[in-house]
């Protein structure tokens, strides 16, 4: 069950920035603004692998179950921006 779970939320991640991309593509204002939160989620991206340890413990979850998170995001980020660059 843990699996369809972690799936589903893979999948929706892929959804979501695909989304991103499509709206970044409709005005260069939504460029920007796009590319803003992009930044921000990889700031914070860059800052939860740094911090794993301790945000591990705020979270409650094991440093292993975190780090594969951290790399479902990227994959997830990677398979938008893929979407994006294709269409």
């Known amino acids: 069950m843990r ?3 972690l799936g589903n939320f893979f999948i929706a991640g892929c959804i979501a920035f695909s989304l991103l991309g499509w709206v970044a593509s409709l005005h260069p204002i939504a ?3 796009v590319f803003c939160l992009l930044a921000a989620i990889a700031i914070g991206w860059g800052l939860s692998w740094l911090l794993d340890f301790s945000l591990s413990k705020l979270l409650k979850i094991s440093v292993a179950d975190l780090q594969a998170l951290l790399i479902g995001g990227l ?3 990677v398979i938008g921006l893929g979407v994006f660059l294709c269409t």
């Open 3 to 5: 699996a369809v779970y």
């Open 31 to 33: 460029f920007r603004a």
């Open 75 to 77: 994959a997830m980020l």
